[in-house]
Structures are given as structure tokens and as C-alpha cells.
């Protein structure tokens, strides 16, 4: 596609369920960015691939959150045995793999833990 | 670590100009970007800048001072729809990335955003 591609886009689930959630970079952007976004409140950095390895997974808040990216492109967030301050919206970026290159953001995940 | 500051909120009147100010502390620089976002929206982007200096865009422009930690960007001739929140994000590598990017020949790192601040633009 065109653009960097969230699915869902909106999304409620029971306290204790997994949640997977996709993105879809932009074709030939080897570089991919998790962002975590609670209402009102700044980009959270969770994670970030170069390639399908993730040099970076500094900010992922805990073991029941990871992610994995295959064959360059698809990449999925997991979070396990979901609690509600884990609701906020995840946005996935992506870029090419130069230095003075922009991320462009995907519209994003709702995610509602209820 | 990595500490981005910016204000909170800022409003101005249509046609005026306003500078948003942002001060960070960082390992590994690699670059700073300026983002637009509007309520319930992705973020855009809107500047880039890896050394000193001013970069102009239209109504926009945004200036770097590496040796202070310190960039603003420049609003001018405000009109309504730039009411948005103004984020400013620094790439910059931890040093385990930076190990790994000397050997695998990367030199990308994570993009670091700080809360951004909300811009309100009065008629």
C-alpha cells in the first residue's frame, strides 16, 4: 500500500486476554518504530527494527509485551494477559533506512481494555 | 538516557508568529524531527534538522544548536488549523544499538519523542 497500514483499527478486549496487533510498513522501509499513546499524553518508544532484528526494546514496559517483524515488512505487538493501563492507542512507523529520512505513522490502534 | 523537553501549551492569535522551544539530552545523536499532530490523528512531519542551523519550509522553520541541546520551531503567519500538538523527536542510539550498528553497518537508532506541546490558535 501507500502508506503505513494498522490493523485493527479499533479494538476492546477482557482484562487477562492477548492482544496482537499488526502494522504494515510502507514497501522498502527497513526501519520500523512501536509508539505507545495515552490520551493526552506524549509518543511512548516501546520498540524498534532494522531489518527483522530489533536493536533497540528498550521501551517495552514489561515481559508480557513483545514483537516480532518477518521478512522485513509485517511486524506484530503482542501484549499477553492485557490490563487497563495498557489501553492508549499504538502507532507503528516506519523509514528508510537513511539518516535525514522522516517515519511516517500508520493511523494507529485503539486499544480498550475493559 | 534521553531527556526531551517542551512546554506544555502555547496559544496564539491568527497571522501571528510563535516559536516552540525544545531542549534534549542525548547519547548517540542522530538527528532531530519536528511532527505535527492533530486531535485523534498520526502524527506528520514536518522538519528535519543533523546540524546547526536554520532549515525553512514554507511557514515553517526550525533551527538546531547541537552544542546546547537545542532547537525550536518557528510558526509563522498562524492560522487556525495549525491548532495541533508540536512534537519534537530526537534519533539517537543506546549504546547497544550502537554496537550492533557498527556491526551490522546501520546507523539508524530509535526516534525519541517528548510530550509535545498543544498549540491553540485564537481568531
Known amino acids: 500500500g501507500a502508506g503505513v497500514s494498522q490493523s485493527p483499527s479499533n479494538k476492546v478486549t477482557e482484562k487477562g486476554k492477548d492482544v496482537e496487533l499488526r502494522c504494515d510498513p510502507i514497501s522498502g522501509h527497513t526501519a520500523l518504530y512501536w509508539y505507545r499513546q495515552s490520551l493526552g499524553q506524549g509518543l511512548e518508544f516501546l520498540i524498534y527494527?532494522?531489518?527483522?532484528?530489533?536493536?533497540?526494546k528498550s521501551g517495552l514496559p514489561s515481559d508480557r509485551f513483545s514483537a516480532e517483524r518477518t521478512g522485513g515488512s509485517v511486524s506484530t505487538l503482542t501484549i499477553q494477559r492485557t490490563q487497563q493501563e495498557d489501553s492508549a492507542v499504538y502507532l507503528c512507523?516506519?523509514?528508510?533506512?537513511?539518516?535525514?529520512?522522516?517515519?511516517?505513522f500508520g493511523q494507529g490502534t485503539r486499544l480498550t481494555v475493559v | 538516557g534521553q531527556n526531551i523537553d517542551q512546554p506544555t501549551e502555547m496559544t496564539a492569535t491568527e497571522g501571528a508568529i510563535v516559536q516552540i522551544n525544545c531542549t534534549y539530552q542525548t547519547s548517540g545523536f542522530n538527528g532531530l524531527f519536528w511532527y505535527q499532530q492533530h486531535a485523534g490523528e498520526a502524527p506528520t512531519f514536518l522538519s528535519y534538522n543533523v546540524l546547526d542551523g536554520l532549515e525553512e519550509k514554507g511557514r515553517f522553520s526550525s533551527f538546531l544548536s547541537r552544542s546546547k541541546g537545542y532547537s525550536y520551531l518557528l510558526l509563522k503567519e498562524l492560522q487556525m488549523k495549525d491548532s495541533a500538538s508540536y512534537l519534537c523527536?530526537?534519533?539517537?542510539?543506546?549504546?547497544?544499538?550502537?554496537?550492533?550498528?557498527?556491526?551490522?553497518?546501520?546507523?539508524?537508532?530509535?526516534?525519541?519523542f517528548g510530550r509535545g506541546t498543544q498549540l491553540t490558535v485564537w481568531p
Open positions: 523527536a530526537v534519533r539517537d542510539q543506546r549504546l547497544q544499538a550502537q554496537l550492533w550498528s557498527r556491526l551490522m553497518g546501520s546507523t539508524l537508532g530509535r526516534l525519541y
Open positions: 512507523a516506519s523509514s528508510l533506512p537513511e539518516l535525514n529520512t522522516e517515519a511516517f
Open positions: 527494527f532494522q531489518g527483522n532484528s530489533a536493536p533497540d
